[in-house]
């Protein structure tokens, strides 16, 4: 199929076609032919991560994700890794809760290298015991140091009470009782699984004929074997009917406040009303929003805060989350100070400069997300994911100055709750509130 996309900016346009084509074993396949850049960005979307993993087994996808790249039935690591580096290439795999990605970056002329060692890493991993052993205490290390942040304690703490028993409620890497009891034969097993043609997205973006980018891709792809899909099944998490309020205590220079609930999935239809919301509330990068600028730069009870309920948004519902971190003697101002905003905007219309300067906002940095390859050949794979369609990039400024002040007055009133909320701080406070010294 082949589908036209524009991407427009104030004075200029950028146009460029999208080939989609299913391989015979289910893989999708995403084209874009670029000859103004000498470079090809590959990359391949397996659709798994954390959240079809078992709760006693949580790590396990990002652990997968990690040990793709560190040898295959044909390679050792090394060879893998001197394959890559002897084109002046990149060749990564990385995972997350909804996704593993293994990405490549050649040039045009060692295309077939990065297909040979994308789908090699896919489809022939071995993950060696050494390999493996490492992995568990690098990702041991990893949480080890993140739990002596406040900042990331109070987010963990916060999904905990928001989710409940479904998988976002844990963070990808695992908890250390977890994570020191995968083993190999988990690893392999997963993959079994869930790293399948008819479960993955290939998208590729740069150099090259799409007509004979195609048959290379049925050369090293082709002999990926489809299997049946079973996917874990989960409720759906429901948005809290009551208040959730936790403190716990941290040596630290200030309290780090979460508050907030449950979000919204990115297929919600009020996502764009929702991000003209965000953006008057909780702020974009140089856009004045409410909560910065009347806690930070009136108040100055901050550096840093923010609030928003589409950044999290995926294939499950994301979180409403409004954050500041303060001085302990601010706390309740802090906090008085974030529930007022989410009042206010509940309650009140926003005006139409607040509405103008939004939407001027999220429409004129849009176009900053498809500067490479890289970026245009990731969101192939969320166009394909979501239904976005491959015109977004035309219709996204569309959705954006369509939105109404009475649009963000009523997904503001049906989304937001400055009532039944979860609250965690963390830092200098004891377990009912209280300072300490």
Excluded at 30 to 40: G, H, M, T
Excluded at 101 to 107: D, F, I, T
Aim: charged share 25%.
């Amino acid at each position: 199929m082949k589908t036209q996309m524009n991407a427009t900016e104030p004075r200029k346009s950028r146009t460029f076609d999208v080939h989609r084509h299913v391989l015979s074993n289910g893989l999708i396949v995403l084209l874009v032919d670029n000859p103004s850049i000498p470079a090809v960005s590959l990359s391949v979307s397996v659709l798994t991560g954390a959240r079809h993993e078992s709760e006693e087994k949580a790590g396990l996808a990002m652990m997968v994700s990690r040990l793709l790249d560190e040898g295959t039935k044909t390679r050792t690591s090394l060879e893998i890794a001197e394959a890559i580096e002897s084109v002046g290439g990149m060749l990564d795999s990385d995972g997350s809760y909804e996704r593993i990605v293994v990405s490549a970056s050649v040039l045009k002329e060692d295309i077939d290298l990065g297909l040979e060692l994308s789908a090699d890493i896919l489809i022939n991993p071995i993950f060696p015991e050494a390999f493996i052993e490492k992995e568990k205490s690098r990702t041991l290390s990893e949480i080890a140091s993140a739990r002596d942040r406040p900042q990331v304690i109070a987010g963990w703490e916060f999904s905990e009470l928001v989710y409940g028993k479904h998988p976002l409620h844990r963070p990808s890497h695992g908890y250390p009782e977890t994570v020191v009891k995968l083993t190999r034969a988990d690893l392999l097993d997963f993959h079994q699984h869930f790293i399948v043609p008819n479960n993955a997205i290939l998208s590729m973006v740069g150099d090259f004929r799409t007509s004979e980018v195609l048959s290379r891709i049925e050369r090293y792809f082709g002999t990926w074997q489809p299997k049946p899909l079973s996917l874990p099944k989960h409720a759906k998490p429901t948005r809290q009917a009551n208040r959730r309020i936790k403190y716990i205590t941290m040596p630290a220079q200030q309290l780090n406040i979460y508050l907030g609930h449950l979000g919204v999935e990115r297929s919600n239809p009020d996502y764009y009303a929702l991000q003209v919301l965000d953006t008057i509330l909780g702020g974009g990068a140089g856009f004045t929003a409410r909560i910065p600028q009347r806690l930070r730069d009136e108040l100055g009870l901050a550096y840093t805060t923010f609030a928003s309920i589409t950044a999290s948004a995926g294939a499950d519902p994301g979180r409403f989350v409004s954050y500041i971190g303060t001085s302990p003697e601010n706390m309740t101002a802090a906090i008085e100070g974030l529930i007022q905003e989410i009042r206010k905007i509940i309650s009140e219309p926003v005006s139409d400069q607040e509405l103008q300067d939004a939407r001027d906002y999220l429409t004129g940095s849009f176009v900053f997300s498809f500067e490479t390859s890289s970026q245009i050949a990731r969101f192939l794979v969320h166009a394909e994911v979501y239904g976005l369609g491959f015109d977004y990039i035309d219709k996204y400024p569309e959705y954006i100055r369509s939105i109404t002040t009475s649009d963000v007055s009523r997904v503001a009133e049906n989304y937001l709750d400055c009532e039944n909320y979860t609250m965690v701080v963390v830092g200098p406070v004891d377990k009912d509130g209280k300072i300490t010294d």
